[in-house]
Each structure stands twice: as structure tokens, then as C-alpha cells.
């Protein structure tokens, strides 16, 4: 059985103010999740010119310093190649094989670290 004209009259004015109380939580809610995603998804400030000079001088520093290593390394590895050469010239036959391979593999080796060298030099 419905209710009568009065107690229906105050039940939608309670469900009235329900409904006004709930869309104002969601209206708060729906503010405060755009609100989280401006901070989220905000586009960074662009750097300063300080920091753009800072990152550049690290970038650069980061550059000589694999620069110097790369030319420690290069120099390990012909120090290398010639120890394996200079082992090479008292072995004859089987003897040869694997000092052979080793020395080719150095010779590799050596090409792709000069080649790296070559591409960091070039920044520079």
C-alpha cells in the first residue's frame, strides 16, 4: 500500500535531500580525482638554463670518462693480441689452434671497441 499524500510529501523530501547530500559527496569526489590527475599528468616545467648547463656538463663528463676507459681497454687488448702473437711463433700444428681463435676473437673485440670510441669521440 502506497503511502498517504503527507508521509509520501516528507519521504521524497528526505529521498530529495539524500540525493542532494550524495551528489554533493560525488561532486567533491569527481573535483578532487581531477585535481589528482592535473598532478599526475601536469607537463613537467621546462629546465632552467642552469639546469640544462648542469645536465650538459655531466653529459659531457660522463662522455670522457667512458672516452678514457674505452682507450685503457683498447690498449689492454693490443697489449693482448701481441703477447698471443708473440706466444704464437714457437708453436707449430694443433698447438696453434686455440691461440689462433683466441687472437681472432681479440682482433674482433678490439674492432668493436674502436668503433665505440670512434662514436664517442665524435660527439665530443
Do not use: Y
Not at 47 to 54: A, K, V
Request: charge should be neutral.
Amino acid at each position: 500500500m502506497p503511502p498517504s499524500g503527507a508521509t509520501a510529501e516528507r519521504l521524497e523530501s528526505i529521498d530529495d535531500q539524500a540525493v542532494a547530500a550524495s551528489r554533493a559527496g560525488c561532486d567533491v569526489m569527481f573535483r578532487q580525482l581531477r585535481a589528482w590527475f592535473q598532478r599526475i599528468f601536469a607537463r613537467p616545467a621546462p629546465p632552467t638554463r642552469e639546469q640544462s648547463e648542469l645536465t650538459a656538463t655531466a653529459a659531457r663528463h660522463d662522455r670522457a670518462g667512458s672516452i678514457t676507459a674505452l682507450r685503457s681497454e683498447i690498449r689492454q687488448m693490443q697489449q693482448e693480441i701481441k703477447d698471443v702473437s708473440d706466444s704464437l711463433e714457437d708453436l707449430t700444428g694443433n698447438a696453434r689452434t686455440a691461440p689462433e681463435r683466441r687472437l681472432a676473437s681479440l682482433h674482433r673485440e678490439l674492432e668493436q671497441k674502436q668503433q665505440e670510441l670512434g662514436g664517442f669521440q665524435a660527439r665530443v
